[in-house]
Structure formats: structure tokens, C-alpha cells
């Protein structure tokens, strides 16, 4: 059988999280480890606890009322991870602070659901970073306002475009306030990196705020892509209208219905059906091999985490244009909106900050043409590095079982080096 057997014992967690009370339950392999699985009301700082880490809840209001939710790790439990500098002795220095921003669809989840010795977010604080997680607006934890409710249409009115501009800032600013540092380090996955380089074309004061940067699957232009989302791209102007029509702007929230189909993510049936592997091969390649199957029932309690529609659809725009672009209104939008007929691009060769990117041969949606056209235009890429498993995945950067021998130990030496 694929997937090894479970057994099922659910417990109550009250408190944490972006929506206050928290329901889980443990999942455990027969006879082995468990996992913390948390259906609802957040989970994240919940898991970065039960790792014996410590944990902080921040608050950020960005300048058009949307209320982020970050989580930060001040400090590691084993600073001797790798071999190479750390970043933090005992000298009475303060430790740097790292941000790391998720993908679409995901929250600051993805980085502390592993376990502490393969999750970025522990290997870092463990080598002695400050780390911080970022959650962009409509995503689990960031579903608050100064005066909209995500029950309202006008709370979904943003793509990415508004993260970049909006969101990222008010974040680096809180984190550098709050550590009193002049500058951070940044990881991005994906969309983590989409908002970085759109925050700099747009702001480009901020590249004096952020001392270097990782892209891991690097996204900017996506005319390659391969998969649903490629698909999908040439019904970007229908999925809009349909939101539209309805008055649905948010799109793939978790929430009852997904908590219905997710509470089947320990039942031995559905697991050994293979319906689990298929769905995650489907939106970012196959890579059987480094898929963790004892952990899919982590991974399926916190993703998707949400987002609004037209995030979504923005990505869809890009992939038929080919361009790395602002939202596209339509003619008439566009002119209100740009003075033009056509969407702004973003201008890359305002990222002056050091970049190093982790691409891979086997990304749909960070295909190798499409990183290879970023590196080109950025100013200051300074490292490249191609992971060696010719198989390895979108999804994989984050949830691959050798992610921290394939991608992180790398990461962290170009870090040490900033």
C-alpha cells in the first residue's frame, strides 16, 4: 500500500491563530511520529510551539486598512545546523532578522510544518537568524480590515500587484522597527518572489532596506508555464466575469466546505486512493520520490490558504501576454487606472538588491525559460543554482522530503555570504 496507516485522536487547542479558537487533532503513523493537524482557526504558531520553538503573533496595517498577520521565531533551540558562518554568537549583537514570504495559495504555514531538522523556518532561526513569516492580505491569518469584512466585495478588489505595493512594505517596516535593524534578509517562494520584484520596480527605496534576497522558484514572467494554470490562462477574462456575476471574489478560502473534504485527510481509504498525490502532481509537476506521503495530511490542513480572484487571474493575464505586468483592466480600466491602453510592465532593473536564485528543471510554473529571461534582466544576480534532482518540483522547494540538503543548505551559505 502507498500510504502507511493512521490512527485518528482529536484534541481541542484553544486560542492562536488569525481567527482565535483552534481545532485539531494529531495524526499519527501506527506505531511511529505524529503530526499536529490543525483544521481551523490558524495553526501555524500552534506548530512552531509544539516544536518546542518560540513563537510571536505580530499585527500590521498596511496603508490602504488591510490587517496582516505575522509570525516570527525570534530565536533557535540548536544554532549549529551547518557548517559556515552563524549569523548570531554570543557577541550581544542583535540577530539579523530574515523575512520569508510565501507562495500563492499558501500562508506562513509552508515554512514550519516540517519537522525542525527539514523546515527552512527552524533551520534558520537554528543558525541564528530572527525569523519572520509574512501573510499577504486574504490569505488564512490576513482576513481583517480597519473597515471592510471579507464578506464584502470591496475586501477582494486586489491581485498581487497590491501585495507588491502595499503589503510587503508595511511588513519590512514593522520588522525593521520592531528589531531596530537597518536592513533584513528575504526569502521568497513563488509568488514570494513575484511580490518582491513588483515592491521594488514600484519602490525601489526599499532595495536600501533589504540586505540580500533568495528567490526559490523564481516567478516574474510565466509564459512558459506548464499545467492547470496554463490552461486556465485563456479563461482569465471569463473566471472574472463569472466572479463577477455572482459577487465571488475569494477564491479557494478555507473554509466549511473545505473543512468537510479535509477531514478525511487521515482515512487510510483516501490516502491510499492516490487522489491526494494526483491533485499536488497536477498543479505543480511529478516528482513521486521526494512527496512525504505520511505528511499530506499536514500539508492538506493548511493548503490553499486562500486569496481573491483576481490573484489569481493576474497570473493568468502574464501567462497569455508574456510580460511581467500590472493587472490588466481592460481598455477602459486601463486608461482609468494607468493613463494607457495596456498594463505598465514592471521595470526589473530597479531589484539593485542581491539575488540569488533556486530554479529547477522539472517547475511548471518557474519554467526554466521564464527564469532564465529574469536572470537576464536583473542587475544583480549574483548566484544561480539549478537543483540537482532532474525531477524536482514547484512544490518541492517546500515540501520535498530532501529540501534541505537540496535547496536549504545552499540557501543558507549564500545568506552567510551576504
Known amino acids: 500500500m502507498f500510504f502507511p496507516a493512521f490512527a485518528l485522536v482529536v484534541v481541542v487547542v484553544e486560542g492562536g491563530g488569525g481567527a482565535g479558537g483552534l481545532r485539531s ?8 511520529r505524529c503530526w499536529l493537524v490543525v483544521v481551523e482557526g490558524g495553526g501555524g504558531p500552534q506548530i512552531i510551539e509544539y516544536n518546542g520553538y518560540p513563537k510571536e503573533v505580530h499585527l500590521v496595517t498596511t496603508e ?33 532578522p530574515i523575512l520569508l514570504q510565501h507562495c500563492l495559495l499558501c500562508s506562513s504555514a509552508e515554512f514550519v510544518m516540517n519537522t525542525p531538522d527539514k523546515a527552512l523556518a527552524y533551520l534558520l532561526a537554528d543558525s541564528g537568524y530572527d525569523v519572520w513569516m509574512g501573510n499577504v492580505r486574504g490569505n488564512t491569518y490576513s482576513r481583517n480590515h480597519v ?9 477582494w478588489q486586489f491581485s498581487w500587484s497590491e501585495m507588491a505595493y502595499y503589503d510587503m512594505p508595511a511588513i519590512i517596516d514593522h520588522i525593521l522597527n520592531e528589531t531596530k535593524a537597518k536592513d533584513l534578509y528575504y526569502v521568497g517562494f513563488s509568488m514570494g518572489t513575484t511580490v518582491f520584484w513588483a515592491m521594488m520596480s514600484d519602490r525601489p527605496e526599499y532595495n536600501q532596506k ?32 463569472m466572479a463577477k456575476f455572482f459577487g465571488k471574489y ?20 483516501v490516502l491510499a486512493s492516490a ?29 490553499p490558504a486562500g486569496t481573491s480572484i483576481f490573484t489569481v487571474t493576474h497570473y493568468l493575464q502574464e501567462i497569455m501576454s508574456g510580460n511581467f ?3 490588466d483592466y481592460g481598455v477602459k480600466g486601463n486608461l482609468e487606472k494607468y493613463n494607457s491602453t495596456s498594463p505598465p510592465e514592471y521595470n526589473l532593473n530597479n531589484v539593485t538588491v542581491p539575488v540569488a536564485l533556486f530554479s529547477s ?21 549574483v548566484y544561480h543554482k539549478v537543483v540537482e534532482d532532474p525531477m524536482f518540483t514547484h512544490l518541492d522547494f517546500v515540501w520535498a522530503k530532501d529540501a534541505d540538503q537540496l535547496v536549504y543548505k545552499d540557501v543558507l551559505n549564500f545568506l552567510a555570504q551576504c
Open 361 to 381: 528543471e522539472n517547475d511548471w510554473l518557474a519554467a526554466p525559460k521564464d527564469v532564465e529571461k529574469l536572470k537576464l534582466e536583473l542587475p544583480n544576480n
Open 325 to 327: 505586468q500590472k493587472y
Open 210 to 241: 533589504v540586505r540580500c534576497m533568495a528567490a526559490m522558484g523564481p516567478v516574474a514572467y510565466v509564459g512558459n508555464a506548464k499545467g492547470p494554470l496554463a490552461r486556465l490562462a485563456s479563461k482569465a477574462g471569463f473566471m472574472e466575469g
Open 25 to 32: 487533532f494529531w495524526c499519527c503513523q501506527e506505531g511511529g
Open 64 to 96: 490602504d486598512g488591510y490587517i496582516l498577520e505575522l509570525h516570527r521565531i525570534p530565536h533557535g533551540i540548536n544554532e549549529s545546523k551547518y557548517n559556515g558562518k552563524n549569523a548570531f554568537k554570543d557577541n550581544g549583537q542583535p540577530r539579523p
Open 275 to 303: 487522489m491526494c498525490r494526483n491533485f499536488l502532481f497536477q498543479i505543480g509537476g511529478s516528482n513521486p520520490k521526494q512527496l512525504n506521503e505520511e505528511f499530506l495530511p499536514v500539508l492538506l490542513t493548511h493548503t
Open 147 to 155: 473597515s471592510l469584512s471579507p464578506s464584502q466585495k470591496e475586501f
Open 250 to 269: 475569494e477564491f479557494l478560502a478555507f473554509g466549511p466546505v473545505m473543512d468537510k473534504l479535509l477531514s478525511y485527510a487521515c482515512d487510510e481509504r
